[in-house]
């Protein structure tokens, strides 16, 4: 008896060294494991860290890149608002100019005509457009698309080269201002006066650009030309001319 407890003694010792060993080797194990996951968790932590700081760099940099872009605008705003301040002051100082002219020459009829036509002819490649919308903070740049997006979408007309459009005369409430549209070529100022009918209805309209005097001729000879019409005749201004005639065949539209 003593000896089988004995063996039993050493099986039982040497399964529990066995045991023993076996959950060593595996906390060995298990904590090489935990070692390695923790340097791994601790080098993305750095990394983290370290974009984290980056990134507040570069929100830094961008807050200061928009705050010199709001500076910009605003230094462009006032440089576009101020230069059509300065346009409108050199045309009222035109037109006042164009009246001292003409009092000062009314003994001087002819001479009076060659300066009302040299002002004409400077302004031979300008059209005025009426009735398209003016946005409040409009600037050159959205004055002259709206232009082009006219001459494109309403008059199908293309390649159309603009020197410069701007709005004209002072803000009067949420009245759209005439807008001046300084063409470089005459041939493109044709081709859109010719287009103009198809505005009609549209609450735009394409005029030629005149000096005060000649805009003044004009307004008096429409109601004539009206009543012309009105009595079956042919009648169309051409610059400050009223030009009358008897249809031969058929009346044109108008």
Same mark, same amino acid.
């Given at each position: 008896?003593?000896?089988?407890?004995?063996? $039993?003694?050493?099986?039982?010792?040497?399964?529990?060294?066995?045991?023993?060993?076996?959950? !060593?080797?595996? =906390?060995?194990?298990?904590?090489?494991?935990?070692?390695?996951?923790? /340097?791994?968790?601790?080098?993305?932590?750095?990394?983290?860290?370290?974009?984290?700081?980056?990134?507040?760099?570069?929100?830094?940099?961008?807050?200061?890149?928009?705050?010199?872009?709001?500076?910009?605008?605003?230094?462009?705003? @006032?440089?576009?608002?101020?230069?059509?301040?300065?346009?409108?002051?050199?045309?009222?100082? &035109?037109?006042?100019?164009?009246? /001292?002219?003409?009092?000062?020459? !009314?003994?001087?009829? *002819?001479?009076?005509?060659? =300066?009302?036509?040299?002002?004409?002819?400077?302004?031979?490649?300008?059209?005025?457009?009426? *009735?398209?919308?003016?946005?409040? @903070?409009?600037?050159?740049?959205?004055?002259? /698309?709206?232009?082009?997006?006219? $001459?494109?979408?309403?008059?199908?007309?293309?390649?159309?080269?603009?020197?410069?459009? +701007?709005?004209? *005369?002072?803000?009067?409430?949420?009245?759209?201002?005439?807008?001046?549209?300084?063409?470089? +070529?005459?041939?493109?100022? &044709?081709?859109?006066? +010719?287009?103009?009918?198809? #505005?009609? *209805?549209?609450?735009?309209?394409?005029?030629?650009?005149?000096?005060?005097?000649?805009?003044?001729?004009?307004?008096?000879?429409?109601?004539?030309? /009206? #009543?012309?019409?009105? @009595?079956?005749?042919?009648?169309?201004?051409?610059?400050?001319? #009223?030009? &009358?005639?008897?249809?031969?065949?058929?009346?044109?539209?108008?």
């Amino acid at each position: 008896m003593n000896m089988v407890r004995k063996i $039993f003694q050493e099986m039982f010792i040497k399964q529990q060294n066995d045991i023993l060993k076996i959950i !060593s080797g595996n =906390l060995k194990l298990t904590n090489d494991r935990i070692d390695i996951l923790l /340097k791994e968790a601790n080098n993305s932590k750095e990394k983290c860290d370290l974009l984290e700081k980056e990134n507040g760099k570069l929100k830094a940099e961008f807050k200061i890149l928009c705050e010199r872009m709001k500076i910009l605008e605003n230094v462009n705003k @006032n440089i576009e608002e101020s230069l059509t301040v300065t346009q409108d002051i050199q045309e009222k100082k &035109v037109t006042e100019l164009e009246k /001292k002219i003409n009092i000062k020459n !009314s003994l001087n009829g *002819g001479e009076n005509i060659k =300066l009302r036509q040299l002002e004409d002819r400077l302004r031979r490649n300008n059209l005025r457009i009426d *009735g398209i919308t003016e946005n409040e @903070n409009e600037n050159w740049d959205d004055t002259e /698309k709206k232009v082009i997006s006219l $001459f494109e979408n309403n008059l199908s007309l293309s390649n159309i080269n603009i020197e410069r459009a +701007h709005r004209t *005369g002072k803000k009067d409430g949420n009245k759209s201002r005439t807008i001046v549209v300084i063409l470089l +070529h005459y041939k493109d100022k &044709v081709k859109a006066l +010719h287009a103009a009918n198809k #505005l009609k *209805g549209s609450g735009m309209y394409i005029n030629e650009d005149f000096s005060f005097e000649t805009n003044e001729i004009r307004k008096k000879l429409v109601d004539e030309m /009206k #009543l012309h019409r009105k @009595n079956g005749k042919y009648s169309i201004i051409i610059y400050d001319k #009223l030009i &009358v005639k008897e249809f031969k065949n058929k009346q044109p539209s108008y």
